[in-house]
Nanobody, 119 residues
């Protein structure tokens, strides 16, 4: 069982930056694929970025060049650095973990952290 706790959300002006953190419990963090998702009011949850245990990274087109995902296995933590934020980035951001990189589904989810970007 893995517990995920996000932090770092808040209110920021357009063009600003935030760094989200996702702290994971458990000794096998390095073996998990980690992802970030977001959900805005009235919209479905959408993929933002992922970093697999082997280090491969992918981003949604909407955040490419602005967001950077990373992980520190020694700290059991994944990060999402968000730069050049736009009002449309406002959402609840969730981190997720999956036991196998090749899995299509994520097994564990955090509670979410709110990001609000003002224009």
């Amino acid at each position: 069982q893995v517990q995920l706790v996000e932090s770092g959300g808040g209110l920021v002006q357009a063009g600003g930056s935030l760094r989200l953190s996702c702290a994971a419990s458990g000794r096998t963090f390095r073996s998990y694929g980690m992802g970030w998702f977001r959900q805005a009011p009235g919209k479905e949850r959408e993929f933002v970025a992922r970093i697999m245990s082997g280090g491969s990274i992918a981003y949604a087109d909407s955040v490419k060049g602005r967001f950077t995902i990373s992980r520190d296995n020694a700290k059991n933590t994944a990060y999402l650095q968000m730069n050049s934020l736009k009002p449309e980035d406002s959402a609840v951001y969730y981190c997720a973990a999956k036991s196998y990189d090749y899995s299509t589904e994520y097994d564990y989810w955090g509670q979410g952290t709110q990001v609000t970007v003002s224009s």
